[in-house]
């Protein structure tokens, strides 16, 4: 078994995304990641597995007898959840699916606020929150910071799992969980997620969602991927160069109703213009047709269905909230929890819960 103790840092970091999964899951062989860095350590196999165990925890959780048993689960963990980058969602409900396992949590939500103001390293930092949690959650503006720290835990003297919570422009891993989730339980009843279309639209470029979510939809058979967007933010080459390495089917587009009339899932993305090399140059973009409105909604499918990481700004219309295609806030509901599922996985309980009598 691969272990990140074996490995220096330059060699681990040089290594293609799927040649480092070996060494970042857990020791017990059962799969499942350790560290949840990117969307490359999950298969298809590993993806019903955390559907299912957010499917009981779910219905467990309906009950207070089947919630209290959640709250003892891990009872004894502590996780710290560290966010030095703006978060609602992804905070919040990762917090919530701590409370719903019973894990205690800290945080930090702004660098300004912790010892790194006075120029501590990222190393130091989380070599101290290992001192006193069990877990990190982290989101940070840092490409490949979560992926560092996660090499830099497992070679101390108190390794503890680390999440990645949103790294750079780069990727999210947990989003696509929830994402895929979504997609799953949406199709779950009318023939399954195999062979639908996914319409991704907006900011392509830099939004991270987009190339966890890209990836996580090549473990399904025949889903067709097309990319909605301005030409100065469409899809990057090395998501593209994924799809095409693995024969998946896909299209480069710029009309977003066309893609709307045979899309099963529209997926909305906001315009990141916190990444504007010089202020103001995403405003200089026309964006005017890739916003999702009351004409959008006329040509969707009965079955379609709107997603959207959140948080929007004008790209879905408010009038489209109330319609039962809107699945952006179960969406985000999901994330709850799928979030429960890989933190209870990453701490070996996924089996007990499964097999629990509520
Ligand atoms: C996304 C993010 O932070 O990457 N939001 C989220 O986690 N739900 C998308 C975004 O900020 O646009």
């Known amino acids: 078994m691969a272990k990140l103790t074996e490995i220096g840092w330059e060699a681990f970091s040089g290594l293609a995304l799927e040649a480092k999964k070996p060494y970042l ?3 017990e062989g059962d799969g499942m990641p350790y560290h949840t ?4 350590q999950f298969d298809r196999a590993l993806l019903e597995r955390l559907c299912a165990l957010a499917n009981r925890i779910r219905f467990i ?15 004894h963990k502590r996780a710290m959840l560290y966010f030095s980058q703006p978060s609602s969602r992804t905070f ?15 945080s930090v939500r702004d660098a300004a606020t912790s010892s790194e103001f006075k120029g501590e390293s990222h190393e130091d930092s989380v070599r101290t929150f290992s001192s006193y949690f069990d877990m990190i959650i982290m989101r940070s503006p840092e490409q490949g910071l979560a992926e560092k720290m996660a090499w830099e835990l497992s070679n101390s003297e108190r390794p503890i799992p680390i999440l990645n919570a ?21 199709f779950e009843t009318k023939g399954g997620l195999d062979g639908r279309t996914v319409v991704f639209c907006g900011d392509l470029m830099r939004g991270r969602t987009v190339r966890s979510l890209s990836y996580l939809l ?12 301005p030409q100065e933010l469409q899809v990057p080459a090395d998501v593209v160069m994924v799809l095409a390495k693995k024969g998946v089917e896909f299209e480069v587009a710029d009309d977003l109703k066309s893609a709307v009339k045979i899309a099963d899932a529209v997926y909305m993305t906001r315009i990141q213009d916190e990444w504007d090399e010089s202020k103001g140059a995403s405003a200089k973009i026309d964006t005017s047709r890739f916003k999702f ?3 959008e909604l006329a040509l969707l499918g009965k079955d379609g269905i709107i997603m959207h990481p959140l948080p929007r700004r004008d790209e879905i219309a408010t009038c489209c909230d109330h319609d039962p295609r809107a699945m952006y806030w179960r969406q985000m509901r999901n994330g709850m929890w799928i979030r429960a599922a890989l933190i209870a996985s990453v701490f070996g309980f996924e089996k007990s819960i499964m097999d629990c009598g509520y």
């Not at 422009?169 to 339980?185: E, F, G, M, S």
């Open 25 to 27: 899951e857990r020791e």
């Open 37 to 40: 860095l990117f969307a490359q």
């Open 61 to 75: 959780n309906k009950s207070k007898e089947g919630a209290l048993y959640l709250k003892n689960v891990l009872a």
């Open 92 to 106: 919040l409900s990762h917090l919530a699916a701590c409370q719903i396992l019973g894990l205690t949590t800290g």
């Open 166 to 186: 949103g790294s750079g422009k780069d990727q999210h891993p947990t989003q696509a969980l929830l994402d895929i989730y979504t997609l799953v339980r949406s």
């Open 218 to 229: 090549t473990n399904f058979k025949g889903v067709k991927q097309i990319f909605v967007a």
């Open 293 to 295: 409105g009351a004409e």
